[in-house]
């Protein structure tokens, strides 16, 4: 699943490209998109015309916000996709929404082979209140004394569930939460409460730090994840832990690193140097 550094690099490439661009048509190409949009959403007649005025991220979530308050909030969850491409690419039966401009070749694409992601067509002021009930604070954002507040506000969670936990900290999944968790030198089974003063900036410093490395990489492509213009990107040639059982601990050179279950979550981590 793209977590916030693949999202936050799919939305920098939108933007570059999309903002001030003015809608020509905005069409379903499949019945499912239709039938899960939210009670009060819009036709997708209701956008023609009008231009992108900005996209962002938020947690996992992209946002577009075009002319007159009319918004779109998307969730790639699996396998969803949200691309640039050439009108004369071929549309398959896993793109499921498209969207083109007056004065741009290119047309948008959102494809999801598996349907779990989300397009829904609101207006701002539900969008809003829609991320403010689910999402906690943003890891690239949140100053060290608020971050380790929610480690004692949450203390009883494990540190893998913590980190994934969106109403704590929004963003982070499988993936980020075990390279930082190795990059910190914590077991992932610890209680977020035990922490130290010391760990707990440790744990801040890794957040920070990795999900900055994994944005320059432009994101990892494990399965299906591609940037705005369909690219891969390179982070999981970089990955310390995650997916590599049985492989050689980077750092400690001793042990294997090892995959346990937390909460029905595979969790990758070196059993010597993550204590
Ligand atoms: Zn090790």
Redesign the pocket.
Known sequence: MPELPEVETIVRGLKSELVGQRVKEFRFLSPHLEKEQLPGSFQPATYKGRKILDIRRRGKMIIIEFEGRLGWLVHLKMTGQLFLTEPECKIDKHTHALLKFYRLKKELRFRDIRKFGFLNCLDLTQIEGKIGNDLGPEPLEIDLASFKRLLKTHGKKRLKNWLLDQKIIAGIGNIYSDEILFRAGLNPFRLAGSLTDREATRLYRAMKRVLKEAIAFKGSSISDYVDASGERGRFQERHQVYAREGRL?P??R??KIIRKKINGRSTFF?P???D
């Open positions: 601990c750092r400690c001793q042990e070196c010597g140097c993550q």
